[in-house]
Structure formats: C-alpha cells, structure tokens
C-alpha cells in the first residue's frame, strides 16, 4: 500500500442547482457551492486554510472566494484545467496537507459551461460568426473541428473499425446513467432512455448521436480534504481516499492523432498506480463513476483501467450491466450525460454521498441514511457500497482516478 | 461534394512557429516538421522542438501529400460559422505515405475531405488539394479520396 493511503479523507461535499441559465456569476455560484461543502462537513468557514481550484479561463478564483466569505488562506492555487482535474486536486490538497502547507482544504469548480463559455468555442447563441483561429486553433478551427465531440469522434470511429463494437454499446452507456438519472431529483434530465431512443436521436458528429453528449451546464460544486485525525470528529463518517493517479497523460498529448493507437486512453497508463495504492482489484470495487463527457468515454474508461479486457468494452456493457442493482453501477447520479456536466467533480460528489449511505434521493430518511432501495419509489442509494473508484478524463491523454471507501454502510 | 466553407468567417493567424507552414502552402507545398539532428517528423507545426532528441532547431520535411485516411468524423451540426453551410462534411486523420519512420513512429495529420461521408472509408489513398480562401494570404489544404483499397471500412449507421 501507498504510505498515504487512508490518511485523507473528502468530508464535506456541495453544489449549486444544476441551471440552464444560472443567470449567476462564477464567484456567486462558487461561494454558495464552497459554504455548502464547508457546512456539509460540520466546519466553519474559518476552518479552511487552503483553497484550490481549476478552470479554462471561464471562472473565479479562490482569491476573489476567499475574499466574499472572509476566510483567510494559508494555501490558494487554481491551475488551468478541465476534465480529470478535479481528482488530480485531491491529489495536491494530500500532498500539501502531508507537507504542512494547511489542514484543511477546498477544492472547487464554478463554471457557467452552458450560458457562458461553452466547450469546442461555440458562443452562448449557437456557432461562432467570425472565428478567429490561432495557437492549436490554426490545425483545427481551420477545418471545424473544435468540440470535444469532434475530437473524440475520431478515436470512436478508429475503435469502432478495430473492435467490431458498435454505437449499441454507446447506448447501453447512455441508457443506464438516464436511468439513474431518473432517480435523482436534482438531475437535468429524468425521463427514462431505451437503447431505441439512442439509436433514433439525431446525429451531431458521426458516430455520435444527440443522447450520446453531455448536458452543458451553469453550477458550481465543492469538496472538502482534510487528515484522518480531523475527519473523525466531524459531521459525517469519513470518506477515505484509498489511491488514484493525478492528470496522467499519454505521449504526444496535445496531438492525440500519432500515437499508433488513438484510442489507447491515458487511463491504461494510470490504473496499476491506483489500485496498486490502494490494495485492492477489480472485483473488490461496488461501483464506479465514470466521466461521460460522451458515451464513448464511459466505455473506453472501462477498458482502459481494466474492467474488461482491451477491445472487449462493447460486450462488457451489454445488457444493462452498468445499471443500479447490477453488476457494475456506474455515474449512480446520471452524470455528464443526464444530470449535468461539471468538468467531473459531481461524480466525486456523489460517490462521496453513496459511500456515506446518503445519497439525496426521493426517500424520506436519506439525510439520516435511511433508504428503501425500492427504485420504482426514487431510491437510488446502492444496498452496498464500500468502495467505488472514480474515473476522470480530459481528452484521450489525460486521465485521474480516485479510489475511495466509506464506512458507513 | 459538400457545399464551400465560407472562408470569410474564418482569420487564420499564423505565428512564429507556423508562418513558414501557411506560406508554404500558398505554394501548394505540403510540409511536416523535421529535425535535422536525428530525421524525426512531426506534425502539427506548433510545436517547436524534437520530441524525439530534444532538438529546438526544427527543419521542414515536403511531403508529397498523399497518405491513408486512419479515422474521420462526418460533422452534421456545425459550430464553426463557416462550415455553417458546410455541413455535412468529413474530417479526416490522414497517415502520410512519405512520413513513416523505422520503430512506427507515425505522422498523421488532419483536414476537410472534399468527398461527401459515402465516398470516404477508413484505409482509402487520399492526396492533398488547395483551396483558395477570401484571405489572399491563406491558402487551405484540403483533402480528397485519390483510389480504391482493398481493405477498407466504413461507417455504416
């Protein structure tokens, strides 16, 4: 095992209503969503010493935070970044806590994607009138293919061409995470996807489909770090993080396209260090969460930190076998795809309230963990969940992961 | 072929590191990146060093522009105002001919087929065209199915 393994804990958790439009500021947003992390956790503001977080030039900062809610800092970072930045955070506030830097840390994401800046540089309104392409943009803005969905399309079609899979393994993805989606009150979309409504939704970019793409959203999402001794007298039973990998990337990051296999994912570089550090495997792992920018990441995630074998995600998720109550639930609170996209820290979030047994859903006593597991009455708290691991992706090249476990079942 | 790219929505800004590329390809030269210490070949521009030998003193490679086509994507809903009438067009990963290196290193390189999504496939020979924008000092690479394969694939849904 890792020597920091067990010794940090994630103990307050927050967010904003997931909006379209927020009609907010990032710095109004990120204030509610840290004061709600900071209370989740039984702490007061003045507890916090350190404050990070990450942004694409579309956000606050931790400054401008700490500022509106008069804290203090003795620590406060925020680094550009995306999708698996949130997880590779975690990994910094283990770092500089160890180090003595502070004790106890926030990390946030605030960010208006839909009515603000929107991925792949389209504006508010729909395309961009005049683009101006400079920088990476010369070799890709060129052609019109900026967004995320364009750029990932590509190794999607080259896996589809090399494993025989086809977009019914996309749907699968998108069909279970709506499920789970259906069962939480705060997600953007409820109503619950067959595999034929997938197949029937309209193209964006070939081979992906309209239900294949995640929910542009305005929120704000907070998490609380701290030491094992802290988190033991605090509100909830700790959440402890067993191991992870931090932003790992692939060679030739910035140009996916030559490395020999465009779909060989940052995560198969990654998984051994994770579950290595945490002294566990597969098969001791209840659920995951897996960042679902589209379909098709959840499923080369899968593969690329061995779930399934190599070429094999297809039929691994066949089935509904990423369901809730099945043999790998996966994004239990629908995630990117049905309740909101976060650059990822909302699955951390809700992984944290699964493994404290509190997931918010339509049961009375959740806050006090009890649950009906009746999911036709809105329960989705898993009957068991002691470990999950977490999955975070940028592009291709880039990936974080964060193995966590509860006690609280 | 799909409708044209409406080039007066687009300012191409090449910089240091790319000016040589585009004015290069105003003279419907097609250049990668190479290293004059150890040969290695890469692409996009952009990047100012060897990712091979470390080198900071990148040369230029003409390639003949012809290559393999390794993935694409057909964009159906623009987001880029100029391909607004564009749309449906391919992008294309393209594996130049003239740019496989011993060890397997590979150049891949990207663009717009002029071909329309049934005439494009996975492994088809395409070759490089040029195409005049309303920027007279950019002229676009543009690509186009130049054969038949044997083993081809295509996406059929």
């Known amino acids: 095992m890792g020597s920091l393994t067990d010794k940090y804990c994630i103990v307050g958790v927050g967010e904003t209503p997931h909006m379209r439009p927020s009609n907010r500021t990032t710095l109004s947003m990120a204030c509610e969503a840290v004061s709600k992390a900071v209370a989740d956790a039984g702490l007061k503001l003045s507890d916090i010493d350190g404050m990070t977080s990450y942004q694409i030039g579309d956000s606050t900062t931790s400054p401008h935070v700490a500022t509106a809610l008069g804290m203090r800092l003795n620590y406060a970072v925020d680094i550009l970044g995306g999708g698996s930045s949130g997880e590779a955070l975690v990994a910094h506030a283990i770092g500089l806590i160890e180090a003595g830097y502070c004790k106890t840390m926030v990390i946030f994401r605030s960010m208006n994607g839909r009515s603000g800046r929107r991925m792949g540089g389209q504006t508010p309104g729909g395309p961009v009138p005049v683009a101006v392409a400079e920088g990476d943009g010369q070799f890709n803005m060129g052609w019109g293919w900026t967004t995320p969905a364009q750029r990932f399309g590509m190794s999607a079609m080259r896996y589809l061409r090399d494993t025989g899979c086809t977009t019914k393994a996309f749907a699968e993805i998108a069909v279970a995470h709506r499920y789970h989606a259906s069962l939480n009150p705060k997600a953007i979309h409820r109503n619950p996807i067959a595999i034929e409504d997938h197949q029937r939704s309209r193209w964006i970019v070939k081979p992906f489909r309209l239900l294949d793409c995640c929910q542009e959203t305005d929120v704000s999402v907070a998490i609380v770090v701290t030491s094992r001794e802290r988190a033991f007298d605090l509100r909830h039973p700790p959440v402890f993080i067993m191991g992870g990998y931090a932003r790992t990337l692939t060679d030739s990051p910035q140009w996916n396209y030559s490395r020999d296999e465009i779909h060989y994912v940052a995560g198969n570089y990654g998984w051994k260090r994770a579950f290595g550090m945490a002294g566990i495997s597969h098969k001791d792992v209840d659920f995951v969460s897996c960042y679902d920018a589209f379909t098709f990441t959840t499923l080369i995630q899968l593969e690329a930190n061995g779930f399934c074998r190599k070429g094999e995600a297809g039929e691994f998720v066949k089935g509904g076998r990423l369901r809730i109550d099945r043999e790998l639930p996966s994004n239990l609170s629908g995630g990117h795809l049905s309740e909101g996209y976060t650059h990822g820290v909302q699955m951390v979030i809700e992984n944290v309230r699964q493994l404290r047994h509190r997931a918010d859903d339509a049961c009375p006593g959740w806050a006090e963990g009890r649950h009906t597991y009746d999911r036709k009455a809105g329960c989705r708290q898993l009957r068991k969940a002691d470990i999950c691991c977490g999955m975070g992706w940028g592009w291709e090249n880039m990936a974080s992961c964060l193995i966590l476990r509860g006690i609280a079942a | ?157």
């Open chain 2, 1 to 157: 072929m799909p409708a044209p790219i409406d080039y007066s929505k687009l300012r191409i800004v090449p910089d240091f590191d790319t000016a040589e590329w585009w004015a290069a390809a105003r003279e419907h030269k097609y250049l990668v990146r190479q290293c004059p210490d150890c040969g290695h070949k890469w692409f996009p521009p952009i990047f100012p060093a060897c990712a091979r030998c470390g080198s900071l003193k990148p040369g230029w490679f003409q390639t003949a522009g012809k290559g393999v086509i390794h993935s694409y994507v057909v964009v159906v809903q623009p987001i880029v105002g100029a391909f607004i009438g564009t749309v449906p067009y391919v992008v294309a990963i393209i594996e130049l001919d003239d740019c496989r290196e011993a060890g397997g290193s590979v150049t891949r390189v990207a663009g717009v087929m002029l071909d329309d999504e049934p005439e494009v496939a996975i492994g088809l020979p395409c070759e490089v065209v040029y195409e005049e924008t309303a920027d007279p000092r950019i002229v676009m690479p543009r690509w186009r199915v130049s054969g038949s394969a044997a083993n081809v694939w295509r996406f059929n849904e």
